[in-house]
């Protein structure tokens, strides 16, 4: 079955490096997310990867994906406040059509000053 | 603004009420999903129209009946909750058949069962 894994809190100085860390189950995902929400609102798209790469970097997020360990992770340079908010890892399982997404229970990110 | 429109923000509502969640995407997709969101729990998929048609229902009770009259349009008609419904029901949409499809989600609707 399929099941995502995330620590439930982690907590960072400002102006440091935010490393979230996931683990998957199944193999065959072909797309890795991650998504961000801030209170009250919903989920913000932040950055996904395909399952053929292994790396992917957007600004100051930088995407891992270690496929043979089914981890993946999430790394925020120059952590800020505005960073502060819940980060979800999701799976998207290989079909040809419209596909839910399997989510992990989120990270909080909390920034200390 | 994500392109992904839900009303009401916020309801509350008792156990014999009947009320409808919308969701609205203006972004050309023509997939639309319900998704649930309790407190200590992942998101939990409800429903998946693609084209119009369902074709996911996650083992839903029947006291939640979705409607997509168009590719545009996804509601959530609700009637006689129970108050472990409470929760935060998030619409997304994608766009089937791109190669990533990646899903786009609405800021949720708020749902408090008295």
């Known amino acids: 079955g399929e099941d995502v894994e995330q620590s439930l809190f982690l907590s960072v100085r400002e102006g440091d490096s935010s490393v979230i860390n996931c683990t998957y189950t199944?193999?065959?995902?072909?797309?890795l997310y991650w998504y961000k929400q801030e209170p009250g609102a919903g989920l913000q798209l932040l950055t996904y990867?395909?399952?053929?790469?292994d790396m992917k970097q957007d600004q100051r997020l930088t995407v891992l994906l270690n496929k043979k360990d089914k981890h993946l992770s999430l790394r925020i340079a120059d952590t800020q406040t505005g960073d502060s908010a819940i980060y979800f890892c999701?799976?998207?399982?290989?079909?040809?059509?419209?596909?839910?997404?399997?989510f992990g229970k989120g990270t909080h990110l909390i920034i200390q000053p | 603004e994500t392109g992904v429109t839900q009303t009401p923000r916020h309801l509350v509502m008792g156990m014999t009420n009947k009320k409808s969640l919308k969701c609205e995407q203006h972004?050309?997709?023509?997939?639309m999903y319900w998704y649930k969101q309790s407190a200590k729990k992942p998101l939990e998929l409800m429903f998946v129209?693609?084209?119009?048609?369902?074709?996911e229902n996650n083992s839903v009770p029947s006291r939640f009946s979705p409607e997509c009259p168009n590719s545009s349009h996804l509601f959530l008609h609700l009637h006689t909750l129970q108050p472990e419904d409470s929760a935060l029901y998030l619409c997304?949409?994608?766009?089937?058949?791109?190669?990533?499809?990646?899903?786009?989600f609405g800021d949720g609707t708020r749902l408090s069962i008295l």
């Open positions: 997304a949409s994608s766009q089937q058949g791109a190669e990533d499809q990646p899903q786009h």
């Open positions: 199944d193999s065959s995902s072909t797309y």
């Open positions: 990867i395909f399952s053929n790469m």
């Open positions: 999701a799976e998207r399982a290989p079909g040809g059509g419209a596909d839910g997404l399997t």
């Open positions: 972004l050309g997709h023509n997939a």
């Open positions: 129209y693609n084209f119009k048609e369902q074709t």
